[in-house]
């Protein structure tokens, strides 16, 4: 399942963003690669242990909790903290697949990684490349997304970042473990409380057609919730 958040961050948050990459130091992306990841990747991130990476990461933390369309779509156990990334020109990313488990800096845990998300800080007019391509079984999927807005998508699809021609693509990255790690399940679910939103703009809540969508919803969640 692919689904744009739109107005993830407010104008004020993505300029509030800028101005502190903007200060920030930056290092070789390979740095937080796998192998097989780190030959096919050339950017810039910022440390992922550094203070603007920790400040950078709270506001993106707090935007996602009153964000409902992500926690419908992604279901959320765990978010691993924000990450920031920087293509300049001829930068890019080539086809590759995130790492299924991942290291919680400072908690002495891991998570399995089952949701990734990229949060666009750069205006598409900004920077001439840069797509995101994602493959499913659907085919290849294009994604540019106006600063502010985010996509999110399985971890276990392949993806790159083509390269860039003109100017600079900054972004925000992670991933979280979902409550429901199969992306078949999630997807029915965040089906059905699309259509329980709708019904509820029709009918009020004590119907039964609300009722029994809900109560269907929770169902599922209790059956599948993996806590």
């Known amino acids: ?67 409902p369309v992500f926690n419908s779509a992604a279901l959320p156990l765990r978010v691993l903290p924000p990450m920031f990334n920087r293509y300049d020109e001829g930068m890019s990313f080539g086809a590759h697949v995130d790492g299924a488990v991942r290291a919680i800096p400072g908690a002495g845990m891991r998570m399995r990684a089952d949701v990734s998300t990229t949060l666009f800080l750069t205006d598409p007019a900004d920077y001439d490349g840069g797509e995101l391509v994602i493959e499913d079984s659907y085919g290849s999927h294009s994604v540019k997304l106006p600063a502010g807005d985010m996509v999110v998508y399985p971890t276990t699809s392949l993806h790159r970042v083509e390269p860039i021609t003109r100017g600079s693509r900054w972004s925000s990255f992670f991933w979280t473990q979902s409550m429901v790690k199969d992306d078949g399940k999630r997807t029915l679910l965040y089906d059905l409380d699309l259509a329980i939103i709708e019904t509820r703009r ?13 109560n269907c919803y929770h169902n599922l969640l209790r059956r599948w919730a993996e806590l």
């Open 1 to 67: 399942m692919l689904v744009q958040v739109r107005n993830v961050l407010t104008a004020e948050e993505v300029a509030q963003c800028r101005g502190i990459l903007e200060s920030s130091s930056w290092i070789d992306g390979k740095a937080t690669a796998g192998e097989v990841a780190a030959r096919a990747k050339r950017n810039l991130q910022v440390p992922e242990n550094s203070p603007e990476a920790r400040t950078l990461g709270d506001i993106i933390l707090k935007a996602l909790g009153r964000n």
């Open 202 to 214: 029709n009918l009020p809540d004590d119907s039964r057609a609300v009722v029994a969508l809900t």
